[in-house]
């Protein structure tokens, strides 16, 4: 546990911020800022890229008899969701085992370092016109690879980095890391690819990964991973970390409520086609439009790093979740951009705010050594969400257009979030602090 302390306000509160007065964790924290930006950036323009390839395009399908004309670009764009999620599905377990198995701040000196390999090769390629569709769903997938074996140790990794009574501040200031790079990398990229070629994105993602790697390096943390007898690289430890996850009924409820909720609602691969169709608006327009989510995400980020635990965690968790939906479903239907802006920034916020009591809850529920495993399996559900409902999204895009595909799933969230408040009564009911020593300790 680290051994430097912060100083106590004299309103005898906990200080802002608490977190970042460990080094360690105010190191990665600094580097994964960085890193994040570069990565969204690549998001933002992975998904131009591949709509410009197709845009204006169409197939035609025959189905039960008919001849049914898609679009290709809002196919190609929920494709993507597909190559994300198959390595990520195929790799997450793989890197929960590792995380527990072997020293993680090595493993994450690998990961990133193969991250930053992917995306230089897919900025030489594009730099020099030999890019497709092909080698960008192929460079894709790998980078998706990468994030799945890097997660499980990076998410298990800062607990170890701050005493247990700092940990909710420190997840939530990891959240307001990821919305703050959501902010600035779209708004980078949305300039960058409508004036030069989207090559350079690339390029500059690839260097942002040096960021974490040199923050690794410098970290004083060396503890290697515990490793309980008949613990590692094999098929019982995957299952035993299988069967945890399911036998914890409170981490489970969270998993399934962030699976359904992400499959259905999410929004950010078909953004392209609603700046575009829906609003009238050009690359630059599609890049201040993608940062309306994080923007609300990085306001609410802050009001949670700036307070105290958050109570009745059961109830908000749910409510965030529906309102996540519900605002959803309006950014769905809207045409004015400043109502498609404010919906969308909701969705930031709303999702924040589960996201901080998801992910407290389950590092507290969980001892050390099977947190690698827990957060492996949780990535197929948080990262495997998202993905698949890009290609949900998509293929009822490509039939019945962008906006019924939009709104048809933030309504369906809405109602799958009122049967787990029904089906988990324990879930409802949770609230802080409800957990035992025995789980944090290890």
Do not use: C
Not at 122 to 147: E, F, K, M, N, P
Not at 196 to 217: E, P
Not at 244 to 254: A, D, K
């Amino acid at each position: 546990m680290p051994a430097n302390t912060t100083a106590t306000p004299s309103n005898g509160g906990p200080p802002r911020f608490v977190a970042l007065g460990h080094r360690d964790f105010r190191l990665i924290w600094l580097g994964q800022l960085i890193s994040t930006i570069g990565s969204e950036m690549q998001f933002i323009a992975v998904n131009w890229h591949v709509f410009e390839l197709l845009r204006g395009q169409s197939y035609v399908l025959s189905f039960l008899g008919s001849e049914i004309e898609v679009s290709a670009d809002a196919l190609g764009l929920g494709s993507l969701g597909l190559v994300r999620v198959i390595p990520i599905v195929i790799f997450a377990l793989l890197g929960g085992t590792l995380a527990d198995t072997y020293n993680r701040r090595r493993l994450l000196l690998w990961t990133q370092s193969a991250a930053a390999l992917f995306a230089g090769l897919l900025a030489v390629l594009t730099l020099t016109g030999r890019d497709s569709l092909v080698a960008i769903y192929l460079l894709t997938a790998a980078g998706a690879a990468a994030q799945a074996l890097d997660n499980p140790a990076r998410q298990s990794l800062v607990p170890n980095l701050v005493p247990a009574h700092h940990l909710t501040n420190a997840v939530s200031l990891n959240t307001l890391t990821w919305h703050v790079g959501s902010i600035v990398g779209p708004a980078i990229a949305g300039v960058l690819v409508g004036r030069f070629n989207v090559g350079l994105v690339y390029a500059m993602n690839a260097v942002s990964f040096g960021a974490v790697i040199v923050a690794l390096l410098l970290m004083h943390y060396r503890g290697e991973a515990r490793r309980p007898a008949g613990t590692g690289l094999n098929w019982r430890s995957v299952v035993e970390g299988l069967r945890f996850v399911h036998g914890s009924r409170i981490i489970w409820s969270t998993m399934l409520l962030d699976f359904v909720a992400t499959l259905f609602s999410s929004a950010r691969t078909m953004l392209p086609i609603v700046a575009t169709d829906l609003l009238g608006l050009d690359a630059q327009g599609y890049g201040l439009l993608a940062t309306a989510q994080p923007v609300g995400s990085v306001i609410t980020s802050v009001v949670l790093a700036m307070r105290g635990e958050i109570k009745r965690q059961g109830v908000i968790l749910l409510v965030s979740v529906a309102v996540y939906g519900l605002a959803t479903a309006l950014f769905g239907i809207s045409t004015v951009f400043i109502f498609s802006y404010v919906f969308f920034a909701l969705t930031g916020a709303a999702d924040t705010v589960s996201t901080v009591i998801r992910n407290t809850i389950r590092q507290l529920s969980t001892p050390d050594r099977l947190r690698g495993r827990m957060t492996g399996v949780n990535m197929i559900f948080f990262m495997g969400g998202p993905q698949l409902g890009e290609l949900e999204a998509g293929l009822v895009a490509a039939v019945f257009g962008v906006s019924f595909a939009i709104f048809s799933g933030g309504l369906a969230t809405v109602l799958f979030t009122l049967w787990v408040a029904w089906r988990y009564p324990r879930l409802r009911h949770y609230a802080s602090g409800e957990h035992t020593p025995a789980t944090v300790s290890g």
